[in-house]
């Protein structure tokens, strides 16, 4: 699977884990230098504390569109610090 917005590739693997429709990318699959951190947080009931990323590719900006469990409750743990997208980046084979 590949994450694309704006003209660049986020995140490329063929490992992501599927969780309620979105994949959750690596850590090791992520392009960082497309990513920071927010100060937008979420809580889950069933997976734990989500953090947020802005998304930063070709001098435009997509605010949260990306998101991570970096203490997912332990049933879950397997998406842990993995990256899933929304807001317009495309996931796709």
């Not at 986020?10 to 951190?37: C, M, Q, W």
């Given at each position: 699977?590949?994450?694309?917005?704006?003209?660049?590739?986020?995140?490329?693997?063929?490992?992501?884990?599927?969780?309620?429709?979105?994949?959750?990318?690596?850590?090791?699959?992520?392009?960082?230098?497309?990513?920071?951190?927010?100060?937008?947080?979420?809580?889950?009931?069933?997976?734990?504390?989500?953090?947020?990323?802005?998304?930063?590719a070709n001098g435009e900006s997509n605010g949260n569109a990306a998101w991570s469990y970096p203490r997912p409750y332990p049933w879950i743990r397997k998406i842990r610090n993995h990256v899933?997208?929304?807001?317009?980046?495309?996931?796709?084979?």
């Amino acid at each position: 699977m590949k994450a694309v917005w704006n003209g660049a590739t986020l995140a490329e693997s063929d490992k992501t884990i599927v969780v309620e429709g979105n994949h959750y990318f690596p850590p090791e699959s992520i392009k960082r230098e497309h990513l920071s951190r927010t100060r937008a947080l979420s809580l889950c009931p069933w997976k734990g504390v989500a953090r947020y990323y802005t998304v930063h590719a070709n001098g435009e900006s997509n605010g949260n569109a990306a998101w991570s469990y970096p203490r997912p409750y332990p049933w879950i743990r397997k998406i842990r610090n993995h990256v899933a997208f929304w807001r317009g980046v495309e996931v796709r084979p």
